[in-house]
């Protein structure tokens, strides 16, 4: 089994900057990619950007020059820098791990998830 962390979420203003960051520990083999998503209230799930092993990363177009996507493989630790935040980026921000499985398939498991609250 695998847990999944979150830390870093909190109140900033607008234009603000903070930093997430996400533990995995447990049984961990066959890493696709670690990443974040979040949802608003409201909405759904939706990506913000993901990282692999070698370090390509994957980013939403609304997070595009703003959020930087960071992964230590070897302590299986991924970031989430996050600048010029504005008030629709409030959302609950999960991490998730998106492994394979020995018969090929693509698995995910989620953190808890850390609020984000942007506002004045």
């Known amino acids: 089994q695998v847990q999944l962390v979150e830390s870093g979420g909190g109140l900033v203003q607008p234009g603000g900057s903070l930093k997430l960051s996400c533990a995995a520990s447990g049984s961990i083999f066959n890493i696709n990619t670690m990443g974040w998503y979040r949802q608003a209230p409201g909405k759904e799930r939706e990506l913000v950007a993901t990282?692999?092993?070698?370090?390509?990363?994957n980013y939403a177009d609304f997070v595009k020059g703003r959020f930087t996507i960071s992964r230590d493989n070897a302590k299986n630790l991924v970031y989430l820098e996050m600048n010029s935040l504005k008030p629709e980026d409030t959302a609950v921000y999960y991490c998730?791990?998106?492994?394979?499985?020995?018969?090929?398939?693509?698995?995910?498991?989620w953190g808890q998830g850390t609020q984000v609250t942007v506002s004045s």
């Open positions: 990282i692999t092993n070698g370090g390509s990363t």
């Open positions: 998730n791990l998106q492994y394979r499985t020995v018969v090929g398939r693509y698995e995910n498991y």
